[in-house]
């Protein structure tokens, strides 16, 4: 199976700062990579796909980079509306889809 | 609008049968793929398994082969996620997704989950 980590595990910011959170996964996935926002008692949404490519109504401040093993999504300047807890999922072993294990974003 | 509503949440005794639903409206059921995560309380989200409802083709997690049953009945557009003997362990959220895919111009298909149900709780306690 297919691992995936993220770091850190959780990270305090501001409103307007820029933050970065890194997807590691056990082999190369090449860019079979997504990432998904979940917010306190709701679904998680689909932010990312295929590493960079953006969801439709997502806002142009989050980002997605990487290929292989390591993977970045960023949000350029953050929002009130940006605290959550972020997952990533590697979609590379086609019906055996693994999450990593979050990153909560708190202020 | 493309959706899927989940059953209820469910309160169940160690060794009880439990099955529940998520319906799929606004979009052509058989076309694609439905998944299920479960989220422990306070955890990350772990993926239970998938099920193609145009033929029930049904793949699980290693972690989860043989402790559930994922099934689907196209003519209602619902797919199931069931127990034949809960656990106290079984206590989760548990979410339907539906799987989605991107082709590029190569032939290459990337997957991803973009509607999702908003989750069935499930507690089970003596």
């Known amino acids: 199976d297919i691992q995936m980590t993220q770091s850190p595990s959780s990270l305090s910011a501001a409103v307007g700062d820029r933050v970065t959170i890194t997807c590691r996964a056990s082999?190369?996935?090449?860019?079979?990579l997504n990432w998904y926002q979940q917010k306190p008692g709701k679904a998680p949404k689909l932010l990312i796909y295929a590493a960079s490519s953006l969801q439709s109504g997502v806002p142009s401040r989050f980002s997605g980079s990487g290929s292989g093993t390591d993977f970045t999504l960023t949000i350029s300047s953050l929002q009130p509306e940006d605290f959550a807890t972020y997952f990533c999922?590697?979609?590379?072993?086609?019906?055996?889809?693994?999450f990593g294990p979050g990153t909560k974003v708190d202020i | 609008e493309v959706q899927l509503v989940q059953s209820g949440a469910e309160v169940k005794k160690p060794g009880e049968s439990l099955k529940i639903s998520c319906k799929a409206s606004g979009y052509t059921f058989t076309s694609y793929w439905i998944g299920w995560v479960r989220q422990m309380p306070g955890k990350g989200l772990e993926w239970v398994g998938i099920?193609?409802?145009?033929?029930?083709?049904?793949r699980y997690s290693p972690s989860f082969q043989g402790q559930v049953t994922i099934s689907a009945d196209k003519s209602i557009s619902t797919a199931y996620l069931q127990w034949s003997s809960l656990k106290a362990s079984d206590t989760a959220m548990y979410y339907c997704a539906r799987r989605s895919l991107a082709a590029t111009l190569n032939n290459y298909y990337y997957y991803y989950m973009d509607v999702w149900g908003k989750g069935t709780t499930v507690t089970v306690s003596s």
């Open positions: 082999q190369s996935i090449s860019t079979y």
């Open positions: 099920v193609y409802p145009g033929d029930s083709d049904t």
């Open positions: 999922q590697q979609t590379y072993s086609t019906l055996l889809f693994t």
